[in-house]
């Protein structure tokens, strides 16, 4: 009976069913929390991007709700206080070694200078190319220069020891990364191009418009 | 019929399913980088291997021969899904570091090894038994390699620096060849202390 051809069947059907109802209990009662997971991890991340202090006594989506404003186009960040905009973090992806490197990349207000950058998510080699969600390599960063007045890029990863004053050394055994790392740059500075001259036709005063 | 401490004793270190039969290796190198890594991966050993094994025991009588390992695959599968997504749930930064190894226990050899040799064909207490033991075995050797890296590759332990920062961590611990390094005295210590019969010529 056991070794038969009708039971093999009802029996790998019961049991596959049994299976799955039982994952899908689980899975059910899990992901609301690993949803919020997500997102709180997403909120943090933006908020260090955008140089945006968490206070102590406050929750990350509390500073989050108060002080970031999405931006007319999606993957704009913009951070406001006190009526002035302090920051504007871009997301943006590109190629790793392993797979996709996302990033937040955010510049001062004018469009051309790096406040900080926050992967987001990666797959790089843990200890070599994964170093990039470092604080260390976050810093490297901090106060360069993205694009020059043209609106050209100029910041970029260089090979790690052989950085030049305006680029940021990067990561010895991974230069992939940093590859991966160039891209997000490159894209970033497209769009802050793209919204310079947005605000240059808006008949924004503050900005030069470097019109070509 | 060995009872719970037999077994410990057994798989712990004498019959170790790491050292001793060089299973679930691959785990064994890759997360043991970090202690509580470690912990965390052999928690999920010892819960997927009692689980997997009570399971396949219980419906060792009902399983027809010719699908039992689909069926051993199917249970072990469950189990570790449902691992991954309360540590998803609850643990996020721990499952975030363990990446893909937590879903790789699938296909970790202890586990399957276990449900095939032993829970296929004995009642579901001893077979609770013997999955605790293999897998208490396969989470002492994970313990005791990821202490060596963690300590002397990165001079921490459990993410808290302990070794004086004069110290100059040993890179090489930290990356692939230090797990082979680790795991390799492990299994030379094992086999000098308690000589297996397969391990003579």
Partial sequence: MRESESWTIAYSAILSFVCAASLTVVS?????????NKERERKGLTLRALGIPIPAGKTIEEVYAESVKTGKEEGI???WKDGRLQSVAFDEDGQGL???IVAYVALEPDLAHVRSIAV???EET??????IAT?????RFAGKRLVDDAGALILRVAKAGSAAPDEVDGISGATLTGEGVNQILAKVAERARALRRARGEGGGADSPSPRG | MPGLSANVKTFFWKNNPVTCQILGLCSALAVTTQVRNA??????LIFVTMGSNLTVSLVRNLTPGRIRMIVEVLLIATFVIIFDQILKARFYDISKELGPYVGLIITNCIVMGRAEAFAIQNRPIPSIFDGFGNAFGYGFVLMAVATFREVLGSGRFWKVQILPTAYE????????????????LLVWIGKAIAPTSEGGN
């Fill in chain 1, 28 to 36: 059910s009662v899990a992901k609301p929390h690993f949803e919020a």
């Fill in chain 1, 77 to 79: 960040f913009e951070y």
């Fill in chain 1, 98 to 100: 392993w797979g996709v």
């Fill in chain 1, 120 to 122: 987001y998510r990666q």
């Fill in chain 1, 126 to 131: 843990p200890g070599l190319g994964a170093e």
């Fill in chain 1, 135 to 139: 604080d260390e390599f976050r810093r």
């Fill in chain 2, 39 to 44: 912990l965390v991966m052999s928690l999920a």
């Fill in chain 2, 169 to 184: 961590p040993c890179l090489t611990l930290v990356l692939a060849p230090g797990a082979f390094i680790g795991l390799g």
